[in-house]
């Protein structure tokens, strides 16, 4: 069992930045792809980022370039950093952890509550 939960969110400007934090419980921590995921109003949860547990990351077209993801292994967290945000980033944000190595959010067995990103125009 992995209980997650994120922070760092809030209201930024458009070109600002912003990092989310995901802080996870459970001992095998480290085994796990972990995800971050988001959901605007009205729309369906979407992919953002990924790191496997060996370290490779892959990203989302939308954030690539923007965004980046890292984890830390003895602090059992998982991060991303957001630069140059824009409107269309604006959603809750979910970090998620999983056996696989997926972007489709249906793989994840396990979800954090979502932290609110807002980027204003």
């Known amino acids: 069992q992995v209980q997650l939960v994120e922070s760092g969110g809030g209201l930024v400007q458009a070109g600002g930045s912003l990092r989310l934090s995901c802080a996870a419980s459970g001992r095998t921590f480290s085994r796990y792809t972990m995800g971050w995921f988001r959901q605007a109003p009205g729309k369906e949860r979407e992919f953002v980022s990924l790191?496997?547990?060996?370290?490779?990351?892959y990203y989302a077209d939308s954030v690539k370039g923007r965004f980046t993801i890292s984890r830390d292994n003895v602090k059992n967290t998982v991060y991303v950093q957001m630069n140059s945000l824009k409107p269309d980033d604006t959603a809750v944000y979910y970090c998620?952890?999983?056996?696989?190595?997926?972007?489709?959010?249906?793989?994840?067995?396990?979800w954090g509550q979502g932290t609110q990103v807002t980027v204003s125009s």
């Open positions: 790191i496997r547990s060996s370290g490779s990351t």
């Open positions: 998620a952890a999983s056996t696989e190595y997926s972007r489709y959010p249906q793989n994840y067995d396990y």
